[in-house]
C-alpha cells in the first residue's frame, strides 16, 4: 500500500465583507456504464450514431413492452463498488422516478432511490505527495439515462434524440466531505482513473460519459465540526446543485462562483434558496435552472414491472476475485519494487493505457532494477515527443517492445544516453530493431580503454595551454571530455572517459 498521511479535509477559506466563509461540497457522478446493451432492453449504447438509430420499443416508452434487467450492467455496478471498497446489497429494487420531459418518452426513469445495489465506500484522494484524504461515498444506484433535446438546429422547433434514453447509469453519491474547489476536481479525477481501471466506465468526459451534480452550500467557520458531531446538515447552509459539469476545470470555476454568489445573499440578508443551477463556461456565472425538488416531488413508488434484484454472494465473490489491479496499488507496487519516485508512479499510473506500456517496456529488461532508467524513457522521451505529435501512447510509433530494446542496450553499456536518443529518433520515425540499427549503423558505444586512452592523449597533446587550466581549476577537466566524446562521434563510454581523463591530467 501507499505510505500516505490522511489529513482531516482543509476547508477552502472565502473572505466576506462580513467574516469568513467555508465551503462544503458533495457531488453525485453519472457514470455511463461500459456495456453494449442499455439497462432494460438490448439496443445499441454505441455513440454517435444516427439521431433515433438507437432505439427499441422500451426505450420509445410504447405500451405494454416490459424492461429486463441487463445482467452485465449489474455486474458492472458491483465491480464499481467492490473497487470503491464498498458495501454490495444483495437485495436492491427499482423505482419509478415520475416527470415529463421530452427526452424521457417513458414519462418516468427507472432508479433506486430507496433499496441501492451499492451502499457505503470511499474515493482515496491525493492531494499532494504522500498527502490525502478521504472522501466517503453513501451510495451507488442503477438508472435509465434521459435522451437528448436539441435546440440549435432549428429556430423555431426543438428535436429530440432518444440514443441515450434508457442507457445505463450509475449514479456515485458521495457525502459532503469535500471542501474546496480543487479538491473537487481531484475527486473526480480520481473516481474517473479509478471506472477506467475497472472497466466500468470509459471516463469519456467530452461525449457526457461521466458528468457530475455538484451540491455547493457555505457555512461559518466551526460549523462544518458541529455537523460531523451531530450529523445536523442544517449547520452546512442551504445546498444549491449545479448540474451537468462535464469538465474538471470548469467544475472548480462553479464552485467558486456559486460560493462568493451564496456569500453575497446572505451577508445581504438574503436567504439562499434551495435551487437547481447550470453553469455558463462564458459568463462564468450559474445561473437557476428550477426549485430543486425533493423526493415527494417526483412521485417514488417501486417499479411495477420489475421484481426486487437479489443476487447471489459467491456471484459477488467471483467478481472481486478478478478485480484489476487498482491505481493506488500498481503505484505502490511501482515504487516499491522498481524504486520510482512517487511522482514518476504517478505520472505512470495516471492513465491505465500508460501504465500498461510501461510495463510491457520493463518486461523486456533483465532486471526490474532498471525500471527508473525505463520510467525516465517513458516519461521524459516517449511521452514528450507524443505531446509534441499531438499522438496518444495508443499511436506511439515506438512500440514497449522496441523501447524495451533501446533501454536495455543502455543498461547493458551498449550504448550511450547521446546515442540512445538517436536511435530513438531512428526508431520513432523509420522503426525496425534496435540491436540490429545499433550493429548496421556502427551506433555501438567504444568501452575499450586502450582507445579511449588514445583519444585523450591526443587532445591533451594538442591543447598544452588548456592543460594548465585546468591543474589550476579541475572543473575545466569537463573540456576534455567534451573533446573526446566529439572526437569518438559520442561513442565513448562517458565514465571511462571522465576517469582517464581525470588520471593523465593528475587531478
Known amino acids: 500500500m501507499l505510505d500516505l498521511t490522511y489529513e482531516a479535509p482543509a476547508p477552502k477559506v472565502i473572505a466576506g465583507a462580513q467574516g469568513d466563509w467555508e465551503l462544503v461540497i458533495g457531488l453525485e457522478v453519472h457514470a455511463q456504464v461500459a456495456t453494449r446493451a442499455k439497462l432494460f432492453s438490448g439496443a445499441s449504447t454505441e455513440f454517435g450514431a444516427e439521431p433515433n438509430s438507437n432505439v427499441s420499443f422500451i426505450d420509445a416508452g410504447m405500451p405494454g413492452m416490459l424492461p429486463v434487467i441487463n445482467e452485465g450492467c449489474v455486474a458492472q455496478a458491483v465491480r464499481t463498488g467492490l473497487g470503491l471498497k464498498a458495501e454490495i446489497n444483495l437485495r436492491s429494487a427499482f423505482d419509478r422516478k415520475n416527470y415529463f420531459y421530452p427526452d424521457l418518452p417513458q414519462g418516468y426513469q427507472i432508479s433506486q432511490l430507496y433499496h441501492p445495489i451499492v451502499g457505503e465506500g470511499e474515493v482515496i484522494v491525493e492531494m499532494g505527495a504522500g498527502v490525502a484524504r478521504k472522501v466517503r461515498i453513501e451510495r451507488i444506484h442503477l438508472e435509465q439515462d434521459a435522451g437528448k433535446s436539441i435546440h440549435d438546429m432549428d429556430p423555431n422547433m426543438s428535436f429530440v434524440d432518444l440514443n441515450r434514453t434508457g442507457v445505463a447509469l450509475m449514479e456515485i453519491v458521495s457525502r459532503p466531505d469535500i471542501r474546496g474547489p480543487e479538491e473537487a476536481a481531484a475527486y473526480v479525477g480520481k473516481l474517473r482513473q479509478i471506472l477506467r481501471y475497472l472497466g466500468t466506465c470509459d471516463g469519456n468526459m467530452q461525449n457526457g460519459n461521466l458528468r457530475a451534480d455538484v451540491n455547493v452550500s457555505v457555512c461559518r467557520p466551526g460549523d462544518y465540526e458541529k455537523y460531523q458531531e451531530t450529523q445536523d446538515f442544517d449547520h452546512l447552509g442551504t445546498r444549491c446543485e449545479i448540474k451537468n459539469m462535464n469538465s474538471m476545470r470548469f467544475i472548480q470555476a462553479a464552485i467558486d462562483f456559486e460560493a462568493r454568489r451564496q456569500i453575497a445573499i446572505l451577508e445581504d440578508g438574503g436567504e439562499v434558496v434551495q435551487e437547481t443551477r447550470l453553469y455558463d463556461p462564458d459568463k462564468n456565472e450559474t445561473r437557476s435552472m428550477r426549485s430543486k425538488e425533493e423526493a415527494h416531488d417526483y412521485r417514488y413508488f417501486p417499479d411495477p414491472d420489475l421484481l426486487p434484484l437479489e443476487i447471489e454472494q459467491s456471484w459477488v465473490d467471483d467478481i472481486a476475485a478478478h478485480l484489476p489491479e487498482l491505481p493506488d496499488a500498481k503505484k505502490a507496487r511501482f515504487m516499491a519494487d522498481m524504486g520510482l519516485s512517487d511522482y514518476d508512479a504517478g505520472v505512470l499510473t495516471a492513465e491505465l493505457a500508460n501504465a500498461v506500456y510501461f510495463e510491457a517496456v520493463v518486461n523486456h529488461l533483465d532486471s526490474a532494477k532498471d525500471g527508473k532508467l525505463a520510467a525516465n524513457w517513458v516519461i521524459n522521451e516517449l511521452f514528450g515527443r507524443l505531446k509534441k505529435d499531438d499522438l496518444g501512447i495508443e499511436a506511439s510509433p515506438v512500440s514497449p517492445g522496441q523501447l524495451g530494446d533501446i533501454v536495455a542496450l543502455i543498461a547493458k553499456g551498449d550504448i550511450s544516453g547521446k546515442i540512445a536518443k538517436d536511435l530513438f529518433e531512428i526508431v520513432y520515425t523509420e522503426g525496425g530493431e534496435p540491436a540490429k540499427i545499433v550493429e548496421e549503423r556502427g551506433m555501438k558505444q567504444v568501452t575499450d580503454t586502450g582507445a579511449i586512452e588514445a583519444a585523450v ?51
Do not use: C
Open 457 to 507: 592523449d591526443e587532445i591533451i597533446a594538442q591543447n598544452p595551454a588548456q592543460v594548465e587550466k585546468a591543474k589550476q581549476n579541475p572543473k575545466l577537466a569537463g573540456w576534455f571530455v567534451g573533446q573526446v566524446m566529439k572526437s569518438t562521434g559520442g561513442k565513448a563510454n562517458p565514465a571511462a572517459v571522465n576517469q582517464i581523463v581525470t588520471q593523465k591530467l593528475g587531478l
